[in-house]
């Protein structure tokens, strides 16, 4: 149509060449083909119009066409093989997921429970956060942690961690005991500087005691609706990093009783920011847990959180909610 509009004394014909070009980003090696064949029949009366019909600047143009749509039909194969592949590897990444990080039980001895895991990395829905909730001769123990880095790496280093805690929190009676257990398999498996941050926890009669080991301290939401932070009483480094103090991180208690609310999280939901660099606000959010269905309430805080960075998450971002119902 330009190319009419224009006139003869201005041709448009290599311009053709942009509907294979374009035709092998997003279809197929036959449409691609066609596309290609289209141009080639638009480019026939157009160079008659424009009185170029059997000149050598005509078969040029002709030709160009031709080879880009031979290219283009090579590039979307290409392509649609990666695709693929990517695929593929989309299953597999999806089915070591549902190996490393099972699914939590929604509910355990008088606790119900809730689960969101959200991977900055979205295509392979895996990443390096890592939790766990099992039910042992101790009581209801429960991890969440985060490993230092990110890729296949990362999540190696998470099986090592989850396969000690799935171990250890049926064999040691004390939560400080399962914490050198941690550390002591991630002794023989990290090296140099690198660590995961980590809490264990064990509920009991009205209270839970908490083994921080360098992570953001979970939220305590009372019946009342009232926030808390349960802050550790020191400051404990991270598993992997033993070597630096000989100091362990020790348990501690807090009051955990009928409709009290726990949230253990990740560094990447109070480290994910808005378009503006402004934290997402947690502590402000928290009455967004007080919701009767503990799912419910743990995917509307979720909804907002990515409503807040107002796009993908920049990090993994796991939340554990754990309510305490004693008459169920």
Request: hydrophobic share 45%; with cysteine; charged share 20%.
């Amino acid at each position: 149509m330009v190319d009419l509009l224009a006139g003869p004394s201005l041709g448009f014909l290599p311009l053709l060449t942009l509907g294979p070009t374009f035709a092998s980003v997003s279809g197929s090696v036959r449409r691609t083909a066609a596309v290609g064949a289209v141009a080639l029949v638009i480019c026939l009366p157009l160079a008659y119009y424009n009185g170029l019909l059997f000149r050598w600047q005509n078969n040029v143009t002709i030709a160009i066409i031709f080879s880009v749509t031979a290219a283009s039909a090579l590039a979307s194969r290409l392509r649609l093989k990666r695709e693929r592949e990517l695929a593929n590897v989309k299953l597999v990444a999806e089915a070591a997921q549902r190996v490393l990080l099972r699914p939590v039980p929604r509910r355990a001895a008088d606790l119900r429970i809730a689960l969101s895991y959200t991977s900055a990395a979205a295509e392979a829905q895996i990443g390096g956060d890592l939790y766990e909730v099992v039910t042992t001769p101790h009581g209801v123990r429960m991890l969440i942690g985060d490993v230092q880095g990110k890729g296949l790496e990362s999540v190696e280093t998470a099986a090592w961690v989850l396969g000690a805690f799935r171990e250890a929190a049926y064999d040691e009676p004390e939560l400080a005991e399962v914490g050198d257990r941690l550390e002591a398999s991630l002794a023989r498996h990290l090296g140099g500087e690198k660590f995961v941050t980590a809490i264990v926890a064990e509920v009991h009669d009205n209270e839970i005691s908490l083994l921080n080991c360098g992570h953001p301290a979970p939220l305590l939401i009372g019946a009342d609706g009232r926030v808390s932070v349960a802050e550790p009483p020191e400051d404990g480094l991270p598993l992997g990093l033993s070597s630096l103090d000989s100091d362990r991180p020790k348990p501690y208690r807090v009051a955990f009783g009928e409709g009290d609310r726990i949230l253990f999280f990740t560094d990447g939901v109070v480290e994910a920011r808005d378009r503006a660099g402004t934290f997402y606000p947690l502590l402000e959010r928290a009455p967004l847990l007080l919701a009767d269905d503990p799912q419910s309430a743990l995917d509307a805080l979720r909804a907002n959180l990515v409503q807040h960075t107002g796009g993908p998450l920049l990090d993994d971002a796991a939340m554990l909610l754990m309510v305490r119902r004693l008459g169920e």
